[in-house]
């Protein structure tokens, strides 16, 4: 393969490209205002869409406060993917990295880099305190205040509950399927019973002494 210095850079660009996962998610995004696409490789939308993300990343690459980054839903980022409801692929969302929005603008690079040059602004965290109003701060001392082996329990605790919610509304969800499926198969069963009670030949009989009636008149 013959390289050339555009070859070069493009690959650089690929090297410095960041793909999020469950385990370096907190620690790429902390005090940053980010923008993900999340995306599937077979995609063809994915496929047209990744020069421009890929040149966006490259635009915003090493920005202490803003963040472009991608997530594969079909890899280690696949739980990521499910956290914020990813339906179809790309789903692009932006903001704080804790409550992503949606993203609905155009999808050329120029669109892209202008709503991120507008709208990635700095967030409060721990990296910009500034930011934050007195209340946050206030969290932010106490959080910070706190030995590494409680800080961790408490995340975990959240992380748990959050789990919790997850699995309780799955298991509610496979119930409702369970019912559905349940009726479905009941109504098919009800309905074949009343057809070969005897239901079409008693149509069948209907319009032949209709047609009978009709051909003595």
């Known amino acids: 393969m013959k390289w050339t210095i555009a070859t070069f850079i493009g690959a650089a660009a690929v090297a410095q490209a960041i793909e999020l996962t469950p385990e370096n998610f907190d620690a790429e995004t902390a005090g940053k205002t980010v923008f993900i696409k999340y995306f599937a490789p077979w995609c063809g939308h994915c496929k047209k869409l990744k020069p421009d993300w890929d040149k966006l990343m490259e635009e915003f690459n090493s920005n202490p406060t803003q963040l472009i980054a991608d997530v594969d839903c079909t890899a280690e980022g696949k739980p990521l993917c499910d956290a914020v409801g990813v339906r179809g692929y790309p789903t692009l969302k932006w903001g704080d990295p804790s409550a992503l929005e949606d993203y609905q603008g155009g999808r050329d690079y120029e669109t892209l880099k202008a709503f991120a040059e507008k709208n990635l602004k700095p967030v409060c965290s721990p990296a910009n305190i500034d930011l934050c109003d007195a209340d946050k701060k206030a969290q932010i001392e106490k959080l910070l205040a706190m030995p590494d082996a409680e800080l961790e329990k408490s995340i975990q605790e959240n992380v748990d509950a959050m789990k ?54």
């Open 164 to 217: 919790k919610i997850e699995d309780e509304f799955n298991e509610f969800v496979q119930g409702l399927q369970k019912q559905y499926q349940d009726a479905t198969s009941k109504k098919e069963a009800d309905l074949a019973a009343i057809k070969d009670s005897g239901f079409g030949l008693m149509k069948a009989v209907k319009a032949h002494k209709a047609k009978g009636a009709k051909d003595e008149l």
